[in-house]
């Protein structure tokens, strides 16, 4: 079945900095990869999602790579600011998984100012 | 666009007693809906897929009829916990999407706690 891991459950970065955060998955028929981003007592929020199509895919401050090669996901935060401080999800979809959202497991930013 | 709403944001119930979430999709009409219950520091775990009109698909585990789900409108799904115990207090949340797209749209999620 498909599974979603995080390679760190917590991740520090000085205000300022870039942040990048990891995400393996399993299935290679996943087909759409999603990062959320949860605060405290919050629904999630869609940052940003990338198709299985594509390798990169960037918005405002934030880029989503994929490497279906070795199924990994990662994304990428430039100058994280203390308002990007929450936990953040991958999460995927794909027709092996009947089209039902699966997340992972969740990293903790903490932004040092 | 593409807000979805839950009420109630918080409820508190005592054990043994049934409690009613709502979620409903503002501004868009939500095809399938889902839900899902988050225990703290862990991830969202999906409980249940809602299709409009049809009854719902339960994630193996998920006890349909503890959980009892209606989605009998294009933009109003209910998840009802029947008697509630202690250990069903969570963070439950929503969400919700068009017919044949993969984005979906999530609730500000609810807060029930069960004493």
């Known amino acids: 079945g498909e599974s979603v891991g995080l390679h760190l459950p917590t991740l520090s970065v000085q205000e300022g900095d870039n942040s990048i955060i990891n995400c393996a998955y399993s299935?290679?028929?996943?087909?759409?990869f999603i990062w959320y981003k949860q605060e405290s007592g919050k629904g999630p929020q869609f940052i940003i999602d990338?198709?299985?199509?594509?390798d990169k895919r960037q918005g405002q401050r934030v880029t989503v790579l994929l490497n279906k090669t070795v199924k990994h996901l990662s994304l990428q935060i430039a100058a994280t600011q203390p308002g990007d401080s929450a936990v953040y999800f991958c999460?995927?979809?794909?027709?092996?998984?009947?089209?039902?959202?699966?997340f992972g497991a969740g990293t903790r930013l903490f932004v040092k100012a | 666009g593409a807000v979805v709403s839950q009420h109630p944001s918080w409820v508190i119930c005592k054990s043994g007693t049934s409690v009613k979430i709502e979620c409903r999709s503002l501004d868009f009409q939500a095809t399938t809906m889902f839900w899902y219950r988050q225990f703290p520091k862990q991830s969202l775990m999906l409980m249940a897929t809602s299709n409009e009109g049809s009854k719902a698909t339960y994630e193996q585990g998920v006890e349909k009829d503890k959980f009892l789900i209606n989605h009998a409108s294009l933009t109003l799904s209910t998840l009802t916990v029947t008697s509630a115990h202690p250990e069903d207090s969570s963070f439950y949340i929503c969400?919700?999407?068009?017919?044949?797209?993969?984005?979906?749209?999530f609730g500000p999620g609810t807060r029930l706690t069960v004493t």
């Open positions: 299935n290679s028929a996943s087909d759409y």
């Open positions: 990338i198709r299985s199509n594509m």
């Open positions: 969400s919700a999407s068009r017919r044949g797209l993969y984005e979906q749209y």
């Open positions: 999460a995927l979809k794909g027709q092996a998984g009947g089209f039902k959202t699966i």
